[in-house]
């Protein structure tokens, strides 16, 4: 069975500092990769995803995140964070075998403004 | 419609009595998934459906719980005997195995459970 860790349970930075949100999930097959955001008293909703093509993804709000198949990773990266930033982080991988897909246990990320 | 569609949005129940949470999933989604929230939790799965195959009840943490699929469409997760442990948000996703978004899961807004 696949798993996904989230390495970061708790990430506290100032305003305009970089971010690096580490995912490495475990399964050997072909994956599609997600990280979705649950902001303050909102529902979960698709940050970024990776289907196939250029293994670097962009998404919304100056996300980014990179799939490094040899280190089956998929960080996320923001290169200077906004204090409306502050949410819960989720990484998520599809066996795409068998469709079903699983979710790591959350960053949250806390921005001082 | 337009996106994931649960209710009730917020529920009130006594210890020991039994509810039931609906999920209409997005039209044409083959996929439906419930998570469970506690405060300041992750997502806790607990049940995944997709098409005509046995549900992945893996994740289901007592057998006071259960779900089913009629249609391969609406969903119903009922706990029975609520005990105040089960308190928390349950949410409900779906999403399309086939087609360019594939896989993408799309999530409803949660039931907010308070057993008291």
């Known amino acids: 069975a696949q798993s996904v860790s989230q390495h970061n349970h708790h990430v506290i930075l100032s305003e305009a500092a970089s971010l690096e949100l580490g995912c490495n999930y475990s399964y050997g097959g072909t994956v599609n990769l997600f990280w979705y955001v649950q902001y303050p008293g909102q529902h979960l909703q698709l940050l970024l995803k990776?289907?196939?093509?250029?293994?670097l993804v962009k998404g919304i709000k100056g996300f980014e995140a990179e799939f490094i198949k040899s280190k089956f990773s998929f960080n996320l990266r923001k290169p200077s964070v906004q204090w409306s930033d502050t949410a819960e982080y989720f990484c998520a991988v599809n066996d795409t075998n068998a469709g079903k897909s699983t979710f790591g246990d959350g960053t949250t990320l806390t921005v001082k403004p | 419609g337009a996106g994931v569609s649960q209710s009730p949005s917020n529920k009130v129940t006594e210890k020991g009595k039994d509810v039931e949470l609906r999920c209409d999933p997005i039209?044409?989604?083959?996929?439906l998934y419930w998570y469970r929230q506690s405060l300041g939790q992750g997502l806790e799965f607990l049940i995944y459906f997709q098409g005509n195959s046995a549900p992945d009840k893996s994740g289901l943490p007592s057998d006071r719980f259960s779900a089913e699929r009629t249609g391969g469409s609406v969903s119903t997760l009922t706990i029975q005997r609520t005990q105040q442990e089960d308190s928390a948000v349950y949410l409900c996703a779906s999403s399309r195995i086939q087609g360019p978004s594939g896989n993408t899961i799309y999530f409803g807004e949660g039931s907010w459970l308070t057993v008291v």
């Open positions: 039209s044409g989604h083959t996929a």
């Open positions: 990776y289907f196939s093509g250029d293994p």
